[in-house]
């Protein structure tokens, strides 16, 4: 029987992870982005801690190989999903800087 590997679980949860980020970012759900992601993120820094230390045998690595792929797969899409909402923000931004430089170098709209 195999053991319980800890860097199998951090590879899950991080999976799971990115799959609730995928859920939130379909729904338009940006509010609750940043908790996750700082959740994942902080299951990355825990496998670079731990994965140099543990040796997986070959049915652990094929199911994190596994889980790797849709890792990837379902943060493609999150990107994708995120980046026009990214621009869209920096766009309104840019506007706000430039009706406040307006502001301040014409003075408040009569």
């Given at each position: ?5 800890e ?13 609730s ?9 940006w509010?609750?982005?940043p908790?996750?992601e700082?959740?994942?993120s902080?299951?990355?820094?825990r ?13 652990q ?7 790797l792929?849709r ?17 869209e923000l ?10 406040k430089n ?9």
């Amino acid at each position: 029987m195999a053991f319980r590997s800890e860097v199998v679980h951090c590879y899950e949860e991080l999976a799971n992870g990115i799959a609730s980020m995928l859920v939130l970012a379909r729904a338009k759900e940006w509010g609750q982005l940043p908790a996750l992601e700082e959740r994942c993120s902080a299951m990355v820094e825990r496998l670079r801690a731990i994965e140099p230390h543990e040796l997986l045998d070959a049915t652990q690595v094929e199911h994190v190989l596994r889980l790797l792929e849709r890792i990837r797969s379902d943060q493609a899409e999150v990107s994708g999903l995120i980046k026009p909402q990214l621009e869209e923000l920096m766009s309104r931004m840019g506007h706000l800087t430039q009706q406040k430089n307006l502001g301040r170098a014409y003075g408040p709209p009569h």
